[in-house]
C-alpha cells in the first residue's frame, strides 16, 4: 500500500505560521463580534443533501462534494444503480449519497435556526466560523476547503440589522488591517430592490433581470462601456440599454452620491421612498459608528450573487486587490423555506482565506511579548538532571513563559540556530554539572 | 423540496452556551499547551483513501465515511461498477469514492510531516484541534462527528517526549477542571514492551497477543476474576492464565507500585531493564511538573486499542465517570510508512467531547466579568435617533463593554426578561425624548 504524502486536490496544509496567524485573525473577529452580542453556534460539515440541492446556494450546488451511503443502504443504492442504466452520472450519484458537504453557512444556519428557534432569542445575532466545501477547479488562492466567518441576524426587519452587520463587520476588519498599516478600504452598499427598479424603469423585463445584472456585476473588470456593448451584444434594446447605462453614469458624476436624490431621479415611479431612506439611515448611523479611514457609501451598480437576497446588499473592496473581502445582504425569505414561516433575515460574511492571503502579501509578523525559552539536556552526562529541569521549566510556565525542554542534539550550533529562527531568545545547554539559569 | 430541520443523523447543533463552553476549553488547552512549546497545525477534514485504509487506523477503517467522485472520473466509477455485478457493496463504494472523511488526527499528522518535514524543527511539537469523523452507530454522548485536541511530539526518541506530552495534557485538564472544583484525575502510565513481556512471560504465543490484551483491556469492567474467566472460555491454558492473571494479582496487592520490581518479579527474562527505568523516570520527571492532586502511576494492565504503538501508552481515567478522557503513546514505526524513513513519535489525545460532557455535568458557568448592556429603540419615537444610540454604543464597546441594540418589541416585558436571562444586566427602553444613561 502506498501512501500519500500531499494534502487532497485542491485542499491545504497549514505550517505553525500559517496558524498562528489564522487564530490572531480569528481572535480579533471573535472578539469584535462578541462586543455587538454576536454569540457564536455550530452547525455540522456534513448536511442533509436534500437541503442543499433547493436551489438556496446557486451556482455552488454544482460544487457539491456528496458523501456515499454506508451499509445496507449503500447496497440497495448500488442495486438501484445497476438496475438504471439510463441514469447519468448526477442522477446515480445522488441515489448512492445520503449527505453532502455543506457549500456556505447560511444553509445550515436556517436550518439551525428552525430547529432551534424556540431556544434562541428574537432578535438572534449568530456568529458562525467553519469550513465550506466546493468542488471549485483548483487555482491560486481558491481552495476546495475554506474557512467562513458570517454574522447574522434572524428576527429584526428593521434597518438596525444592516447597521449592526457593516458596522460590526468593518470595525473586526479594521482592527486586523491596522496591524499590518492598512487602515482603510470601501464598504459599498446597495439594494435588490433597487437595482430591481432600475431594470423595470429601463424597460426590461422582469425574466430579463437575472442576465442583465450578471452583466452589470462586471462594471468593475469592463467599465461602463463595456457593459453597455455587452448588453446589447446579447440582444437587449439599444434604447433600454443607453437608459440603463444613463443611469450609471449619471449617478457616477453627482457629487453628493446621494441614494435617495438618485432614486428619484431614476425609478420613483418603480419604488417607493422606503429604500433610498433606509440606505440614508443606514449609512448614517454607521457612519458614526467607524472609523473614518474607512470609505462608506451606496454603490448602485452593487449586484451580489446570491439570488436568495431581498433587500439591502453590501460588498467590502479594499485598494490593490480586485476580490471582495466580504459581502452579504437581507434575505427575507430564505429561512421561511426552513420553518414554512418567514422571518426577516440579514448577514454578512468575511472572505476569511482572502484576508488571509492580504495579511501575508503585507508582511504580518506575530507581535509577540512572550518570552521563549529552551533547555537542551545532555543525555549522557544529565540525564539524572532531568527532574530538576523539568521542575524548572514547569514553574516559568506558569508564569507565563513559553518553555521548550528537548535533548541535546550532537549538531547544537544547528539546533540553537533553529531555535533561535522560532524566536527562542533564552537558550541554554544543560550538562551534569550545569547551573540552571 | 422538503427541507430537513434536524442535523444529519449522528451529528450535533451547538447553541450559543455550548460554545460558549467549548470555545472557552480549547482557549485553555491553547494557552496551556503553547506554555509547553506546541506549535498548532491544520490538515484538511478530506484525506486521500489510500491513506485511510492502509490499517493505521483499526477498527476505525470500518467507520470511513467516503466522499463521491465527481463528473467524468464518477462516470468512469459508475461504469465500473455497473459492469462488475459481483462486486460487494464495501468494493463498489472505493471505485465510487476518491476521498474520505479523516476519522483521526494521527493519520493527517504523519502524511503532514512526511509532506512539509523540511520546514518543520526536530523534534517537532505539534498541536493539532480539528473534527474527526466516524460512522459510528449513534448512541448518547457519542458522534459522528467530534472535536479532537492532539498533542506530537516526532523526532525525539528520548523520554522527554512522555514527560512532556503527559504534563501538558494533566496540565491544561486539571486548569479546566479545577472550574468545576475537581482538582485530581488519574494518569495511567504503561508500555506495550512491557505487556507483550508479560504475555510471553506466561506462556502465550505471539499470535495470541492482541485477543488476549482485548480481554485484559476489560479489566476495568469485569474485574480480574472476569479477565480470567474470560481467557479460559477463549481456550486459553488454564495454567498460563493463571500465571498471567496471577501477574496483575501480585502488582495489585505490591504497596510500592514500582515498574522496574514488577518487571524483575514478571517478565525480567523476557524484557531488558529499560522499559521499567523508562517509566520510573517518566514518573518522577512528571510529578514535579503537576499538580500534587492529580495521581500519577504505572499501569500493567493499561492496554489501549490501536495496534500502531510501540512503547509507552497513557491514559487518564477521572472518577465518577466510566470511560477516559484523554490516551495516548509512542509510535515509533507510523511516520515511516509515509516517508519511508522511520522517526520516532509520541502523541496525546484529549477526549474533547468527553470533558464537556463532564464540564456540563458539572454546572460550569462562564466566569463573566464582562458588562453586558442593551439599548431597546422605540422605532415610533426614537428612530430619528438611532445614530446617537449606535454611537453611544460604539464608544461602550471600544471600552470593552458588550452591548445589543434592537427595535423596542410589543411585548417589552418578555423582551428585557430574555435579554437578563443572557446575562445583560443594563437596559434601557430609548424613545424619542429618553436621555441616554
Not at 462578541?34 to 460544487?63: A, C, S, W
Not at 425574466?207 to 462601456?225: A, H, S, T
Not at 462608506?296 to 452593487?302: A, C, E, G, I
Not at 524548572?392 to 539546533?415: H, M, T, W, Y
Request: one cysteine or more; aromatic letters at 10%.
Amino acid at each position: 500500500m502506498k501512501f500519500i504524502q500531499t494534502p487532497v486536490k485542491g485542499m491545504q496544509d497549514f505550517l505553525p505560521e500559517d496558524m498562528t496567524l489564522r487564530q490572531h485573525v480569528l481572535g480579533v473577529i471573535r472578539d469584535t463580534y462578541g462586543r455587538y452580542g454576536f454569540t457564536q453556534i455550530g452547525t455540522p460539515v456534513m448536511e442533509h443533501i436534500e437541503n442543499l440541492t433547493g436551489k438556496n446556494g446557486g451556482e455552488n450546488e454544482k460544487l457539491i462534494f456528496k458523501v456515499e451511503k454506508r451499509g445496507r443502504e449503500l447496497e440497495k443504492g448500488l442495486q438501484k444503480v445497476r438496475q438504471s442504466e439510463s441514469a447519468g452520472a448526477d442522477e446515480a450519484g445522488t441515489m448512492l449519497a445520503d449527505s453532502a458537504l455543506r457549500y456556505d453557512l447560511t444553509v445550515p444556519l436556517c436550518r439551525y435556526y428552525s430547529n432551534h428557534k424556540n431556544d434562541l432569542p428574537t432578535p438572534f445575532k449568530a456568529l458562525q466560523i467553519g469550513d465550506v466545501f466546493r468542488a471549485d477547479r483548483p487555482q491560486k488562492g481558491r481552495f476546495r476547503q475554506f474557512t467562513q466567518c458570517d454574522i447574522d441576524i434572524i428576527g429584526d426587519p428593521s434597518i438596525m440589522a444592516e447597521i449592526e452587520l457593516i458596522a460590526a463587520t468593518s470595525e473586526a476588519l479594521h482592527r486586523i488591517f491596522v496591524e499590518v498599516g492598512v487602515s482603510g478600504f470601501t464598504v459599498h452598499v446597495g439594494d435588490r430592490r433597487i437595482l430591481r427598479a432600475m431594470a423595470k424603469s429601463a424597460g426590461f423585463d422582469e425574466d430579463e433581470y437575472d442576465e442583465v445584472f450578471i452583466i452589470l456585476d462586471k462594471m468593475d473588470k469592463i467599465g461602463m462601456d463595456g457593459v453597455r456593448d455587452e448588453l446589447i451584444q446579447s440582444g437587449y434594446d439599444a434604447g433600454k440599454v443607453e437608459k440603463y447605462v444613463g443611469f450609471f453614469r449619471m449617478f457616477r458624476e453627482d457629487e453628493t452620491q446621494d441614494a435617495a436624490a438618485f432614486i428619484e431621479k431614476t425609478c420613483s415611479g418603480c419604488i417607493g421612498e422606503e429604500a433610498g431612506r433606509d440606505i440614508a439611515a443606514i449609512l448614517s448611523a454607521a457612519r458614526a459608528m467607524i472609523s473614518e479611514d474607512i470609505t462608506l457609501k451606496f454603490d448602485p451598480t452593487l449586484v451580489r450573487g446570491m439570488s436568495y437576497y431581498t433587500g439591502t446588499i453590501f460588498e467590502i473592496s479594499i485598494d490593490n486587490y480586485s476580490f471582495s473581502i466580504a459581502g452579504g445582504g437581507r434575505y427575507d425569505r430564505m429561512v421561511g423555506r426552513f420553518c414554512g414561516q418567514d422571518a426577516p433575515a440579514c448577514g454578512f460574511s468575511i472572505g476569511f482565506e482572502r484576508i488571509i492571503t492580504i495579511m501575508r502579501d503585507l508582511g504580518w509578523k506575530e507581535n509577540s511579548d512572550i518570552q521563549k525559552k529552551a533547555y537542551l539536556v545532555d543525555m549522557k552526562s544529565a540525564s539524572g538532571r532531568i527532574t530538576d529541569v523539568f521542575a524548572r521549566a514547569a514553574a516559568e510556565r506558569a508564569a507565563g513563559v513559553r518553555v521548550i525542554v528537548q535533548p541535546l542534539k550532537k549538531n547544537a550550533k544547528f539546533q540553537v540556530e533553529t531555535l533561535e529562527k522560532e524566536g527562542y531568545t533564552h537558550i541554554q545547554k544543560v550538562y551534569g554539572d550545569t547551573q540552571l539559569d
